[in-house]
């Protein structure tokens, strides 16, 4: 299927806007219903593998459904999508994050504009992140190799996995994580914290990419050789 760039981008920062919109407004829902901090991961976890699903089913089609400069550079990095196409992802992924927290804020007639105070920093954080950050970029690229139609389903469930096997809560995606500095609720980042997080999804995904690079390559044919007549 043949699209348009403009499309292509509206595509990616509309499914990052929606995206993030339920990110935040998930783990808005969840806090306000339940004191436990389980149940509101879990109230947070739930909708955002199920977004996940949906948008990569309707908008892989149109843009290849990043919605993540991780993901991005990884195609960049394979060769599979121009850089300057990679720039402009990545602004309106960042865009559309943005416009998705304060969405999220409109819709439970809190504050529009808001910076986080939620402190998230330190070694096992970023270590987290590259891990979160490099299952997805592997996932991806696994996908693509042997079930290019179970994307969509891969991609959810990995991070609906990751949201509770990282101690990070899998953010995983630097356009997420500048758009959740945004906001001072349940899955907000302190905006002094970005740096390192973002560092660290970079990394897994470059690691990711290169391992997979390997693991995943197309075995060479050897040809048989026959005996002399």
Do not use: K
């Not at 389980?38 to 199920?50: D, E, F, H, S, V």
């Not at 993901?71 to 990095?77: K, M, N, R």
């Not at 992924?93 to 416009?99: F, R, S, T, Y």
């Amino acid at each position: 299927m043949q699209v348009d760039r403009p499309r292509r981008l509206v595509a990616e920062a509309l499914g990052t806007c929606i995206l993030v919109a339920t990110v935040v407004g998930s783990g808005i829902m969840a806090d306000r219903l339940t004191d436990d901090m389980a149940l509101a991961l879990l109230g947070n976890t739930l909708p955002t593998g199920a977004i996940l699903v949906v948008l990569i089913t309707i908008l892989g089609p149109l843009s290849g459904a990043h919605f993540n400069p991780a993901v991005t550079l990884a195609f960049v990095l394979r060769r599979e999508i121009e850089a300057g196409d990679a720039v402009s992802y990545t602004v309106v992924q960042v865009a559309g994050g943005i416009c998705g927290a304060l969405l999220a804020h409109a819709m439970f007639e809190l504050p529009i504009l808001q910076a986080s105070t939620t402190v998230r920093t330190g070694a096992a954080q970023w270590l987290a992140e590259a891990v979160a950050a490099f299952g997805l970029v592997f996932t991806i690229l696994a996908g693509l190799r042997f079930r290019g139609d179970a994307i969509p389903w891969l991609v959810g469930l990995y991070i609906t996995a990751a949201y509770w096997f990282t101690a990070s809560t899998s953010f995983a995606n630097p356009a997420v994580a500048i758009a959740r500095a945004f906001t001072d609720t349940f899955a907000g980042i302190r905006p002094t914290d970005l740096p390192g997080f973002i560092a660290a999804e970079l990394i897994g995904a470059i690691v990711a990419v290169a391992l997979a690079g390997w693991l995943l390559a197309e075995p060479r044919n050897t040809l048989e050789t026959r005996p002399a007549e």
